[in-house]
């Protein structure tokens, strides 16, 4: 029902910066929040950051002043600009998009995620 296509993954030195976006499509509702979560092998998936549509973010503590999340609400659209990396930040990053349905309640949406990795 819901897509998302995540980009901008890569290879970048500690100290480096990417920009991850990610595109949803699909029966997309008005009130929604997206974030970005991510993944290290053998890890569990633990929040980076989220975004609702009224523009009020929640970053995990180990990025704040580093990571920073925003959203464009009519392209649904959502991005993560990550600066001063770090090797334990090299994880796959996944997209993830919550709404509620009256026919179906909450519901998450992930995409399939992109690779980040932090090496010199």
């Known amino acids: 029902q819901v897509q998302l296509v995540e980009s901008g993954g890569g290879l970048v030195q500690p100290g480096g910066s990417l920009r991850l976006s990610c595109a949803a499509s699909?029966?997309?509702?008005?009130?929604?929040?997206m974030g970005w979560y991510r993944q290290a092998p053998g890890k569990e998936r633990t929040l980076v950051a989220t975004?609702?549509?009224?523009?009020?973010?929640n970053y995990a503590d180990s990025v704040k002043g580093r990571f920073t999340i925003s959203r464009d609400n009519a392209k649904n659209t959502v991005n993560l600009q990550m600066n001063s990396l770090k090797p334990e930040d090299a994880a796959v990053y996944f997209c993830?998009?919550?709404?509620?349905?009256?026919?179906?309640?909450?519901?998450?949406?992930w995409g399939q995620g992109t690779q980040v990795t932090v090496s010199s």
């Open positions: 993830n998009l919550n709404q509620f349905s009256a026919w179906r309640g909450n519901n998450d949406y």
């Open positions: 699909g029966s997309i509702f008005t009130t929604n929040t």
């Open positions: 975004i609702t549509s009224g523009g009020s973010t």
